[in-house]
């Protein structure tokens, strides 16, 4: 059994101590920020003060990857989300529909509030709440240094055979292994080019919602808008603009935001139906990153891992995230017996294992973002990018279309979605690939939706 010290508990964070804790091992979880302050779901989702996970309020969604962890892990997880008013929805996509999965809809501190409480009460793992991971402690004693430990703020030395940095899209690891004399952490990064809006509403009294889509999102020439029902009667609608777009600004403006979102044929029907209860929250830096922590030489320490966020992190449209994280925690939890015993051979293989299972995740995102930052930027001179040319993007974009009517193709995107197969395996069927390939010879233009507002229209709504 290892003994554990997490810094973060974000949803990376509480899944790890969870599933650790529920394998015998013994875990303490740092955390920079105070724990969820209310009793309603309602004081979670706006009352939560989460400086540390500044993406807290933007729009959310878990994926049947997150919910399928939960089902074979911690199914009281689940009991506890669907009694605190969290959804499942279907994991489909067009005609296609993935038996016995769910993803699962809600406000993202609501879940993780949900989360939190449980982790609080598990024998085995300690909060420590208001404190923070400065600093690692190494020892010299082997040939390759080996983390054995964890400053924090207070001044305080935790001990462990596993130090696990769960801290996020800004997580402080480079500073701590050049602190401790370490080799860097080898860095793979893309910015996205753009940032987000999102506002949280409720649905009127007597009021439905409209039927939710993951992904529910459309992409238009010069902006991508999404519109993601959640827990309780509330739904959020975000909108990403180019952080060059020189009319970013505009729609930080109610009436704007409220008008152009009125416009979107995606988020039309949901603006007739919920009235806001949030300010508009925005997020900028959004990055793809990919963080090893071995390069050409080995480990670069033992005794030390990324997860989540801290590992590797992809456009937040596509909704991963709380997926990747908890896939993660469930390999961690599954591997941690070995190291107590090889803390650098542990680390070898958890980076080997990582870049396996979840590299090709974020290898597919940059491809895919490289053409989105072109769309942007043709978008932004009221330009419309050509319809792709490269075979395996159209095969992609054709496939998404196709799934509308087909079952057997919208299974293989279901599965692409909600990340239960990776695209190569999902498309690779050759059932799948014949039906994409006979709507393409049928459907040679892949154009985009044409009832959006153009960007003439979008810029008339920034400037009314
Ligand atoms: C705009 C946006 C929209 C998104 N939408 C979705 C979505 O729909 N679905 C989805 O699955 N994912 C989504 N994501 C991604 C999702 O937010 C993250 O993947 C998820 O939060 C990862 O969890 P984490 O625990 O790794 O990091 P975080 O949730 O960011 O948690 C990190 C935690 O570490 C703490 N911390 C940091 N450093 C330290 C330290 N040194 N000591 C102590 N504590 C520390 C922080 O306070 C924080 O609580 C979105 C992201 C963005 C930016």
């Excluded at 309603?40 to 009352?47: C, I, L, R, S, V």
């Excluded at 989300?81 to 067009?94: C, I, K, N, S, T």
């Excluded at 959640?230 to 505009?250: E, I, Q």
């Excluded at 029907?269 to 900028?284: H, R």
Aim: hydrophobic share 45%; proline share 7%; with cysteine.
């Amino acid at each position: 059994m290892a003994r554990v010290v997490i810094a973060g508990g974000g949803f990376a964070g509480l899944a790890a101590a969870l599933l650790l804790a529920r394998r015998g091992h013994t875990v303490t979880v740092v955390e920079r920020d105070g724990p969820p302050p209310g009793s309603t779901p309602d004081d979670d989702a706006h009352g939560w003060h989460r400086p540390g996970a500044p993406q807290s309020h933007q729009s959310h969604v878990l994926l049947a990857r997150a919910r399928r962890v939960l089902a074979d892990e911690a199914p009281d997880v689940i009991d506890a989300l669907l009694a605190r008013g969290v959804r499942e929805h279907p994991a489909a996509a067009g005609a296609g529909r993935l038996e016995g999965e769910y993803a699962l809809m809600s406000r993202r501190l609501v879940a993780e509030a949900t989360l939190r409480r449980i982790v609080d009460r598990e024998p085995g793992v300690t909060m420590r709440c208001g404190d923070a991971v400065v600093k690692v402690q190494v020892s010299r004693a082997g040939d390759v240094p080996v983390v054995n430990g964890a400053h924090l703020l207070s001044g305080d030395l935790l001990y462990a055979d596993l130090v696990v940095d769960a801290g996020g899209r800004r997580s402080a690891l480079p500073v701590w292994l050049a602190d401790a004399g370490l080799r860097p952490a080898v860095d793979d990064s893309q910015d996205c080019g753009f940032f987000y809006l999102t506002r949280y509403y409720r649905l009127r009294p007597g009021c439905d919602a409209p039927p939710t889509k993951i992904p529910g999102s459309v992409a238009l020439d010069y902006a991508t808008v999404l519109a993601f029902g959640a827990d309780n009667g509330t739904f959020s609608l975000s909108m990403t603009l180019s952080v060059d777009d020189p009319y970013r600004r505009a729609f930080r403006e109610p009436d704007r935001h409220s008008a152009f979102l009125r416009a979107v044929p995606l988020t039309a029907p949901w603006m007739k139906v919920g009235e806001p209860i949030s300010d508009i929250s925005l997020m900028a830096r959004i990055a793809n990153r990919r963080r090893r922590l071995v390069d050409q030489n080995g480990p670069v320490a033992g005794g030390v891992v990324a997860l989540g966020d801290a590992a590797l992190h992809t456009n937040p449209t596509l909704g991963r995230g709380i997926s990747l994280a908890f896939w993660h925690a469930q390999h961690l939890a599954q591997a941690a017996d070995e190291a107590a015993v090889d803390p650098v051979g542990f680390v070898e293989r958890f980076d080997s294992w990582t870049n396996d299972n979840l590299g090709v995740w974020y290898d597919t995102q940059v491809a895919a973002d490289a053409a989105g930052i072109g769309r942007l930027e043709a978008g932004l001179r009221g330009e419309r990018l050509a319809p792709v040319d490269d075979p395996m993007a159209r095969f992609v974009a054709a496939a998404f279309v196709c799934a509308q009517d087909d079952n057997v193709v919208g299974d293989a995107v279901a599965k692409v979605v909600h990340l239960l197969a990776p695209p190569t395996e999902a498309f690779g069927d050759p059932a799948v690939a014949r039906r994409v390939g006979a709507f393409l010879s049928t459907n040679p233009d892949l154009e985009r939706p044409a009832d959006t507002p153009s960007r003439a229209e979008f810029e008339a709504f920034a400037t009314s």
